[in-house]
């Protein structure tokens, strides 16, 4: 049977709503779903998108113009080297590594990630060698990335603990049960010395978890209660764990110090 | 179109790659637009030219909560057109002449102007886009080139928000009759 949706006048309608400034707010973010979910949505979409371009935008842009701007960029870079705020080093290939394969969603996020990224703060540490991505609630997500035997988690939108529980992060191995990092916050970055059965384990690191655990932590040393955030580790840079000299138990703090 | 949030993202990053792909996705509309507000190419290009700069030093600035990408693109740049007209010492002149036009639902037929614009121009869509009137033509462009709401142009207008629905949708439904199966092609 033929669903509502299923009806080219119907997604013929909507998508010239959506190109014409016909929808409100609320019906554009529906219409966006609904592209994400139906191929011949989107068809639409992009049919109707080449006919306006063509009947309405009239010509190209001369090409001095990015010329222009190029040689404006080039200039600037030249004279302002030494103040402009360009991204550091590390955090560049550590966020395309991270962003590399990613959907909408994900980019949406990785955006956030750049604000965060980019706001003053201490000097960068050592070179991340791996990076997650992890979803939460709500749109919400954090950021984790591990250098040598220190773990940062960065919060995006930060989420308000349950009364009476503590969030817990997983490292989650390719072979094994979860090995615990720590309790965290989830509130802007925080810096954790891993453990040294998760630091033993990292090579072998597929993904993160954040569990919502009673107050302090985990009673038997595994995930008790829901998942709330997980994501795939998905950058890393040759490994290497450093040569335990670490102390058992939970890090934390301090790390930009 | 390419995923504008992503390339957005890189530029903020300083991807000149992304920047550059960014503009080549972008640059057609960007031109229609301050061309449109300037009217006039050497003072359009200028000012082109300084949104794509802005544009590469605020990328990070964008927040994909208040919208899409395009929208905050299009944003900066009619902006930055707006600033240059005002450095010039101009004011905004942008036509809503068109607008003003009153609908007249029995005016569907072409007259005889229209039917020799229409066979002496080349292609479906030239003939198409061609044949709308005035008003249905304006009010597309100021929706899909310059990004307004159906809203703003009631407000900027004076017109009734039903009436500028109504002359749009029939646009379309001229447009989709007229291009036939060019449209689904």
């Known amino acids: ?257 | 179109m390419p995923d504008l949030e992503k390339l957005l993202a890189y530029t903020a990053l300083a991807d000149q790659q992304a920047f550059a792909a960014l503009y080549q996705a972008t640059q057609r509309r960007a031109w229609a637009i301050c061309l449109r507000l300037l009217r006039d190419p050497s003072a359009a290009e200028d000012a082109m030219q300084d949104a794509y700069v802005k544009l590469w030093h605020q990328a990070a600035s964008y927040r994909p909560a208040q919208g899409t990408a395009e929208a905050w693109l299009n944003t900066v740049v009619r902006n930055t057109c707006l600033d240059k007209l005002r450095a010039l010492g101009r004011e905004p002149v942008e036509s809503m002449d068109a607008m003003d036009t009153p609908l007249d639902p029995a005016d569907a037929a072409p007259g005889p102007e229209q039917l020799l614009e229409r066979s002496m121009s080349h292609g479906t869509l030239e003939r198409c886009f061609g044949a709308l009137k005035p008003q249905q033509r304006e009010l597309l462009t100021q929706t899909y080139v310059m990004g307004h709401s159906h809203r703003e142009l009631a407000s900027r207008s004076g017109m009734a928000l039903g009436t500028i629905k109504t002359v749009i949708r029939r646009a379309v439904i001229a447009l989709r009759e007229c291009l036939g199966e060019g449209v689904a092609s």
């Open chain 1, 1 to 257: 049977m033929m669903k509502r949706y299923d009806h080219p006048e119907l997604i013929e309608r909507l998508t010239a709503d959506y190109l014409t400034g016909g929808m409100n707010p609320a019906a554009r973010r529906r219409f966006e779903t609904l592209m994400q979910d139906r191929p011949a949505v989107l068809l639409a979409m992009q049919r109707w998108r080449r006919k306006l371009d063509d009947g309405l935008l009239g010509e190209d842009a001369p090409a001095g113009v990015w010329t222009a701007v190029q040689q404006r960029l080039a200039g600037a870079a030249s004279t302002a080297a030494a103040s402009a705020p360009a991204p550091r080093g590390w955090a560049k290939r550590t966020w395309q590594g991270l962003a590399l394969g990613m959907g909408v969603l994900a980019a949406s996020l990785l955006m956030s990630l750049v604000a965060v990224l980019q706001e003053p703060g201490p000097p960068p540490p050592a070179a991340a060698q791996m990076a997650a991505l992890l979803q939460g609630p709500d749109g919400h997500a954090a950021v984790i990335t591990v250098h040598q035997d220190r773990l940062v988690l960065t919060a995006v939108g930060a989420v308000a603990v349950p009364s009476g529980k503590s969030y817990e992060l997983w490292m989650l191995p390719e072979h094994g049960k979860p090995q615990a990092v720590g309790v965290v916050h989830l509130r802007t970055a925080e810096t954790l010395r891993l453990p040294v059965p998760a630091l033993e384990a990292l090579t072998q690191a597929k993904g993160f978890a954040i569990s919502v655990e009673p107050a302090g932590g985990s009673p038997t040393g595994q995930p008790t209660g829901p998942i709330t955030y997980q994501g795939k580790v998905v950058a890393m840079s040759n490994y290497q764990p450093p040569q335990p000299q670490i102390l058992r138990g939970q890090g934390g703090g301090g790390f930009y110090e």
